[in-house]
């Protein structure tokens, strides 16, 4: 992971640091299985720079951007780089405080508080995932409050006050626009740094595209990132929704076309369909045919 922080030109400097708090905070082993290996790496040189700097701070972060902006990737790829094993604590509508802190349990004829992920994240010096913070009612996590700002402490009533330790982060996603998302409350927002997500640029796309399939050869790269970026022009310029804009449905529609999928079909179920309207249909047909030719054969777009 370090590698491939240099790789992408972060300073020494911030590598060190990062360095210097692995040493520091050291794992138990019994979570050493949660430190991630992640699957993808984060591209974005800017916005590595401003997570580090805040965690090295003892800021938590609050990652908000669009969907398949890569939120939940970079919380990983920062769990992985600090060397922390991660909780990934999903918020609905439900989530309370015996869903993220603990509930009563009975064990041997005691009462016995079972541990909740935050809990356990905390007293274990853990990466917090607060997925989708935004889902859940901002009542029901006004409890977070204490455990987010200075005070640093989980203080269960009936039980005790637990401090965080010093290694613990919390890193939450929001996505915005998306039916069922609330707005957070401005003290809970308060507590985070923000980190506005961009969606991924040309040149980090090409790079991903690389990474992710090695086989494919050049033209195309720069075909696939040029149809990424047509969809998010023309539902820039409102043309388009944003329901085609998906990278997350363009890598897998790459999967399937390496796997022998007609092309045209594949990217019909990763891009095409994500939309409901046959008038919006046919304009992202029309952008991925001047781009992925309807009959081009697997082997034009893959070296082997
Ligand atoms: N800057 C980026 N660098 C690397 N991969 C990226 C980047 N942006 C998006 N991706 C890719 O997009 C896909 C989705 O990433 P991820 O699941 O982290 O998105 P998300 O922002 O959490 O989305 P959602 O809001 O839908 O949950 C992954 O395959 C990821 O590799
Ligand atoms: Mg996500």
């Known amino acids: 992971m370090l590698d491939f922080l240099r790789q992408e030109k972060i300073s020494e400097k911030l590598i060190a640091e990062i360095k210097h708090y692995r040493n520091f905070y050291k794992v138990n082993p019994d979570v050493e299985y949660r430190i991630p290996?992640?699957?993808?790496?984060?591209?974005?040189?800017?916005?590595?720079?401003e997570a580090i700097t805040a965690i090295i701070c003892g800021e938590n972060l609050l990652l908000v951007g669009p969907k398949a902006?890569?939120?939940?990737?970079?919380?990983?790829?920062?769990?992985?780089?600090?060397?922390?094993?991660l909780w990934d604590i999903s918020f609905h509508v439900n989530t309370d405080f015996s869903s993220l802190i603990g509930e009563d349990t009975f064990k041997n004829g005691q009462v016995v508080l079972r541990h909740g992920p935050i809990y356990e994240c905390a007293a274990l010096g853990g990466f917090g995932v607060l997925d989708e913070i935004n889902m859940a009612r901002n009542e029901s996590i006004a409890?977070?409050?204490?455990?987010?700002?200075?005070?640093?402490?989980?203080?269960?009533?009936?039980?005790?006050?637990?401090?965080?330790?010093?290694?613990?982060?919390?890193?939450?996603?929001?996505?915005?626009?998306?039916?069922?998302?609330?707005?957070?409350?401005?003290?809970?927002?308060?507590?985070?740094?923000?980190?506005?997500?961009?969606?991924?640029s040309s040149e980090n796309l090409m790079k991903l595209l690389r990474q992710e399939f090695p086989n494919m050869k050049d033209n195309y790269v720069e075909q696939f990132t040029g149809l990424f970026k047509d969809l998010q022009k023309k539902s820039e310029n409102s043309e388009i929704?944003?329901?085609?804009?998906?990278?997350?449905?363009?890598?897998?529609?790459?999967?399937?076309?390496?796997?022998?999928?007609?092309?045209?079909?594949?990217?019909?179920?990763?891009?095409?369909?994500?939309?409901?309207?046959?008038?919006?249909?046919?304009?992202?047909?029309d952008v991925i045919h001047l781009r992925i030719p309807e009959n081009v054969e697997r082997s034009e777009i893959f070296s082997n």
Not at 37 to 49: S, V
Not at 69 to 85: D, H, I, M, T, W
Request: proline share 4%; glycine share 6%; no cysteine.
């Open 143 to 200: 409890l977070l409050h204490a455990v987010l700002d200075f005070r640093r402490v989980i203080d269960i009533p009936g039980y005790d006050r637990i401090p965080l330790k010093d290694s613990t982060r919390f890193i939450a996603t929001m996505n915005y626009g998306y039916a069922g998302t609330r707005e957070l409350n401005e003290a809970l927002v308060s507590r985070f740094m923000v980190i506005d997500m961009p969606t991924i």
């Open 241 to 285: 929704s944003t329901k085609s804009v998906d990278l997350r449905g363009l890598l897998s529609s790459i999967h399937l076309i390496d796997r022998g999928l007609k092309a045209s079909r594949a990217l019909e179920m990763g891009i095409v369909n994500k939309s409901f309207d046959n008038f919006e249909r046919e304009i992202i047909e």
């Open 69 to 85: 902006s890569g939120k939940n990737v970079f919380a990983e790829n920062l769990s992985a780089a600090f060397g922390r094993p």
């Open 37 to 49: 290996t992640p699957k993808y790496n984060y591209y974005g040189k800017e916005i590595w720079e």
